[in-house]
């Protein structure tokens, strides 16, 4: 059985793998009209490559937008990151909203919610702090908006290590490899998720949703928000670009709580298709075959098929996406055996741990109170 499992993780790879070659040689959409943005950017201290990410922000090819950054520290050492950047580029519409204000148990609506009023247009794209864009961003993603019937756009992406570490390569090699072909097939069954690394819509749609107040108290915000824009009739969409978002963890430990609180906010969400994910740890499997079969040398070569398999289906996706090799063979096996552990822990419990802040991991149905 456990041979089988292993094979069927293989069988998703490379389906994941034909769907990420079909995303990226669709053909780029070019918008029929150029919207001015409100592009929000919320942050929260600094990170490795943060400069380097909000500086991407400034280098847009867009017409018109505007750029609103908020904390709620009026010492964060980001706003010198901000004001370094202001001055590099004194042509950007920019505005800086400083406010403690807690609106709900999410403290990164929070600081949305007290931007808002700054934002000066129409359209809004709301954006992680450490994501990393290519200059037509914003014409992908104000395209995808603009197709009939789309009320929210969100993107995929890709990990960029930020620190030499082995613990970042893991983490990259996570989500290079397994989430990024994983999304997309999750998709073609059905999924319609919306990834909080892009969030795009209007003001109009985000109003009769009742405004960013309705996923204030819930973990999960970006997948929540997708679930009652698509209930009030709107459809969610990927914009035809994948922008990249740091790896900044530079411990074990910091992956391992990082990629916890990911895995059980997934697994209150969606339990079923979270369990089935066990699958994707082909090598885990594979390894058990070995083990089980006391080391039979069939089983031995299922698992150096399996690995070669997964290391070819990298290799491809690297040279899709132009991406840096995200560690060599051996690490997919020490990558299998940390996501396996993960996967265990994160049914032992659902509190998380978001920046210092403990929060419960919900299914997004009811908003949760704070936890004490």
Sequence with gaps: ????????????????????????????????????????????????????????FFLLDYPVYQLVFGVQNPQDPVLDIVARLRARYPQRDVTV????TLHGTNRKISNLLNMFPAAAYETLVMSDADIHVPPYFLHRVVAALAKPGVGLVTT???ALPGTPHLATLMGANQINYTFLPGALLARKLGRQDCLGVTMALTKTVLAEVGGLEAVSNHLADDQVLGR????????????????ATTVPEGSFRALFRHELRWARTIRALVPIPY?????????????????????????????????????????????????????????????????AIIFV???????????GQMMRADSGKRPQTPKI
Excluded: N
Aim: overall charge positive.
């Design 1 to 56: 059985m456990a041979g089988l499992f292993a094979l069927i993780g293989v069988i998703q790879q490379y389906i994941g793998l034909f769907f990420v070659r079909r995303f990226c040689t669709a053909p780029a959409p070019v918008p029929a009209a150029h919207p001015p943005v409100s592009l929000l950017k919320p942050l929260c201290g600094v990170e490795p490559l943060t400069e380097l990410a909000l500086e991407s």
């Design 97 to 100: 909203i400083v406010d403690p």
């Design 156 to 158: 995929l992406y890709t």
């Design 228 to 243: 009652i824009v698509r209930a009030k009739g709107h459809q969610l969409t990927l914009a035809q670009v994948i922008p």
């Design 275 to 339: 369990a089935a994910s066990v699958l994707q740890i082909s090598l885990f499997w594979a390894l058990l075959a070995a083990i089980f079969s006391g080391f039979s040398p069939w089983a031995w070569g299922l698992f150096f098929f399996v690995l070669l398999t997964r290391y070819i289906a990298a290799r491809r996706i690297d040279a899709m996406l132009g991406l840096a090799k995200a560690g060599d063979a051996w690490l997919f096996l020490v990558r299998d055996f940390c996501s």
């Design 345 to 355: 822990v994160s049914f032992a419990g659902d509190t998380v741990d978001w920046r």
